[in-house]
């Protein structure tokens, strides 16, 4: 079973950056399909961006597709997310979860992201 630590969550200002880590613990990272998630105050939760084991495919949403960059570094059993361009509506908790096959199972505890107008 694999345990999920997110980091480095802020505050940036409308158009910055800023990158979210998540280290994984307990099991071999290489094993599972990584994505990130985030909710937002009165909303669900929605998918965001997705990495193959190897990390040679990605997936991402539309709304942030072009912006944000999603990476691995199965050594160092690290997921990263590189976000570019923040917008207001990109204010959320983000969450990294992990799939051994095509749901989820393992969900790190969020780590907030506050983009300012």
């Known amino acids: 079973q694999v345990q999920l630590v997110e980091s480095g969550g802020g505050l940036v200002q409308t158009g910055g950056s800023l990158r979210v880590s998540c280290a994984a613990s307990?099991?071999?990272?290489?094993?599972?399909?990584m994505g990130w998630f985030r909710q937002a105050p009165g909303k669900e939760r929605e998918f965001v961006a997705t990495?193959?084991?190897?990390?040679?495919?990605?997936y991402y949403a539309s709304s942030v597709k072009g912006r944000f960059t999603i990476s691995r570094d199965n050594a160092k059993n690290t997921v990263y997310l590189q976000m570019n361009s923040l917008k207001p509506e990109d204010t959320a908790v983000y969450y990294c979860a992990a799939a051994t096959g095509v749901n989820y199972d393992y969900w790190g505890q969020g780590t907030q992201v506050t983009v300012s107008s």
């Open positions: 990495i193959s084991r190897s990390g040679g495919n990605t």
């Open positions: 307990g099991s071999t990272l290489s094993s599972y399909l």
